[in-house]
Nanobody
Framework: QVQLVESGGGLVQPGGSLRLSCAASGSIFSINAMGWYRQAPGKQRELVAHITSGGSTNYGDSVKGRFTISRDDAKHTVYLQMNSLKPEDTAVYYC???????????????WGQGTQVTVSS
C-alpha cells in the first residue's frame, strides 16, 4: 500500500557529488521521521542521516560535514545530498520512513529497495 522508491544512485569519482531521492507513495496521512542508511558487503548497516518532521537532523560521524539530508513534505520526498565522496562511501543506500497510514491511522516504518552508490576512479 505504501512504497518508498529511491533514485539517483550510480558511479561517481572520488571527490564528486551525488543526490539521492526517496519518494513515498500510497495512502499516506502524514510522514514522521525519515532517514538514510547504508550497507556495504561484509559490513554492518549504519545510519547515514536522519530528519524529523520538524526538520531536526542527525548524521553519522563518517558523513558529517559532507552529506545533507532534507525533505519536501508536499512531495513526500526526502533527499540526500552527498559531497566530497570517498571510496568508503560505496554501499547500497536505503531509505526509511516512519509514517501514518491514512486508512488505519497506524504508524509503520517502511524501507525502500535500495540504490547502489559506487565511488571509484
Amino acid at each position: 500500500q505504501v512504497q518508498l522508491v529511491e533514485s539517483g544512485g550510480g558511479l561517481v569519482q572520488p571527490g564528486g557529488s551525488l543526490r539521492l531521492s526517496c519518494a513515498a507513495s500510497g495512502s499516506i496521512f502524514s510522514i514522521n521521521a525519515m532517514g538514510w542508511y547504508r550497507q556495504a558487503p561484509g559490513k554492518q548497516r549504519e545510519l547515514v542521516a536522519h530528519i524529523t518532521s520538524g526538520g531536526s537532523t542527525n548524521y553519522g560521524d563518517s558523513v558529517k560535514g559532507r552529506f545533507t539530508i532534507s525533505r519536501d513534505d508536499a512531495k513526500h520526498t526526502v533527499y540526500l545530498q552527498m559531497n566530497s565522496l570517498k571510496p568508503e562511501d560505496t554501499a547500497v543506500y536505503y531509505c526509511n520512513g516512519n509514517l501514518k497510514v491514512r486508512k488505519s491511522g497506524m504508524n509503520y516504518s517502511y524501507w525502500g529497495q535500495g540504490t547502489q552508490v559506487t565511488v571509484s576512479s
